[in-house]
């Protein structure tokens, strides 16, 4: 099972390009959309109600392999590491896989209780324009460097006991969320929503 965790706003064509690529080359049965309540490593300002982001998630999702899905809410976590803790209780026989993009990883060391995190489940990395190369020379990167499977590996990837990962390179797609928002094509923030 693969976990793309995200805010979503709004869910696009890329989100759904990156998990169609990962799913095929880690070989997963499934990759859940996990809407974030609330990143908090990003500003509230201009970000859409919950609702609104998950509805924008479930469009892209294809409701078999790609689904969308508000657990975190459900759960009441709001940090990675606790989600996945969450998660691992509550579906025990589950084998789950973290994804996340390169720029992600660059900011890894920031997260709460990162080391951790890195413990609970294998970790892809998919590449992001202009975030590679600082993600690769980046504190987690370096401290896990041991522990990194070749790309052309990744299908066993959910097999690795963490912390383990991979840096798989993707097609890039021209999707983006921010880019949506600027063209007043994203979700309606909160503040939006009242006028």
């Known amino acids: 099972m693969g976990l793309l965790g995200g805010s979503?706003?709004?869910?696009?064509?890329?989100h759904r390009h990156i998990a169609e690529g990962l799913r095929r080359r880690l070989r997963l049965d499934q990759i859940w959309l996990l809407v974030s309540p609330g990143n908090p490593l990003k500003p509230a300002q201009g970000m859409a109600p919950f609702a609104a982001r998950l509805a924008s998630a479930a469009r892209i999702a294809d409701g078999s392999r790609i689904v969308a899905t508000g657990i975190e809410a459900m759960l009441g976590?709001?940090?990675?590491?606790?989600?996945?803790?969450?998660?691992?209780?509550?579906?025990?026989?589950?084998?789950?896989?973290?994804?996340?993009?390169?720029?992600?990883?660059?900011?890894?060391?920031?997260?709460r209780d990162w080391r951790r995190l890195v413990q609970l489940a294998p970790i892809a990395v998919?590449?992001?324009?202009?975030?590679d190369r600082a993600a690769?020379?980046?504190?987690?990167?370096h401290l896990l460097r041991h522990r990194r499977l070749p790309a052309r590996q990744a299908a066993l990837l959910a097999d690795r006991p963490p912390?383990?990962?991979?840096?798989?390179?993707?097609?890039?797609?021209?999707g983006s969320?921010?880019?949506?928002?600027?063209?007043?094509?994203?979700?309606?923030?909160?503040?939006?929503?009242?006028?």
């Open 136 to 141: 690769l020379a980046g504190g987690a990167a």
């Open 163 to 174: 912390p383990a990962w991979a840096f798989l390179p993707l097609a890039p797609h021209p």
């Open 77 to 111: 976590t709001r940090y990675t590491v606790d989600t996945l803790r969450a998660l691992r209780r509550r579906f025990p026989r589950m084998r789950f896989v973290w994804l996340m993009g390169a720029d992600s990883l660059a900011s890894l060391p920031r997260w």
């Open 8 to 14: 979503f706003n709004p869910a696009h064509q890329g």
């Open 177 to 195: 969320a921010t880019a949506l928002r600027a063209a007043g094509l994203g979700l309606n923030t909160a503040a939006e929503q009242k006028d």
């Open 126 to 131: 998919h590449t992001r324009p202009g975030a």
